[in-house]
């Protein structure tokens, strides 16, 4: 859907974008002071050394990029997509999110929801309300393209149509890394950010590993006005019939569409389909016809997976970082994009292999710090739903603090790590679960 202070200065629930116009596009604007000199670097945009060049143009990628721009270094953004493309993701913007969004963004919000509707495979239906706003909802080609022209805004150069398919590295105090194309081009730099999603070129060089792997389905399903207004600031969550499995239903309002999807873990593909197909013919969804239909492998990073290897760092979902029990990913990449920036110009400024290797170390430490205490309280919280979804079920539905606290995690105020460790009864509710 899935460092809490606020960059924006805004009131914590104000999810609230002050352009009126929020549905249409910024223009692009030109890079400024890190644009290569044509002169120096000649007809290919490529050319020069770069201080940081990150792979990979989604959250996490233009984070990073962003990130290290505004320190005033010289940062290349690679993409193979042109932007806007179209990304299976439910696109949630938790409170997390929000509060990790570069200066003055502005959200381009298809809906505020207030709602939740939650049932246990279709039956036992119960719709909690909350008076302040639980989380917004975006188009990720909208969300992804105003995410990289606050990037280029900063400084950093963005080239698309590049497919990346390596990184090579030399002698250990080496000062500069390659990053290869597909096109046999080189591009040198002093520090690499890996942000090339889960199935990651960067990600295999640097040797993450993943312990959990999920498959998501998803569906955009236009709907008559009719039908997108009785969604209108509601959410549908399933817990599903498979082990882990759960659905979700994100009404894209303004555009007039739905997005329908569900995720359980790899393995059982067939049955993952058929969940799907159950789970639009059950909301009376199944007389209109897709508009896309997508799939996506989710992979969570195991504990003691590397983050770096030498100048390389990697971030989002090429690093494995997510929600393990929501699969929640954007504000994982938002935050891990940024911290990956800012210590991807200290690495490109290290002299010497031991203090790159200093900064690579205090990278992954900031990470298992924060984003890595959370994920270990969401494999717990994950564990105990595989067994036990019932329960689960029961709590957010049936008692007040279970969904104060699901609304407050929604909104940015707490983690499911923090929930665990203040609430004796939510480490009570996750043992009886886990039984």
Known sequence: MTDTGSSLGQDPMDFTDSDPDSATLPEAVPAAGAAVDPEEAGPDPLAGVWDVVVVGAGPAGSSAAYAAATQGRRVLLLDKAEHPRYKTCGGGIIGFSRDNLPADFKLPLQDRIHAVTFALDGRYTRTRRSRRMLFGLVNRDEFDLRLTQSAEQAGAVL???????????????????VVTTADGRRVEARSVVGADGSASRIGRHVGVDFDQIDLGLEAEIPVPESVSR????RIHLDWGPLPGSYGWVFPKTDSGTLTVGVISARGDGERTKEYLADYIRRLGLSGFTPSVESGHLTRCRAEDSPLSRGRVLVAGDAAGLLEPWTREGISYALRSGRLAGEWAVKVAEAEGGADVRRQGLNYAFAIKAGLGVEMRAGKVMLAAFERRPEVFHAAVCLIGAAWRAFARATQGHTTFAEVMRDHRAARKLASIAGR
Do not use: L, M, P
Not at 230 to 233: C, E, L, P, S
């Open 159 to 177: 080239v698309t149509g590049v497919t990346v398919t390596g990184v090579e590295q030399g002698a250990e105090d080496g000062r500069t890394v």
């Open 230 to 233: 009785a969604w209108a600031g």
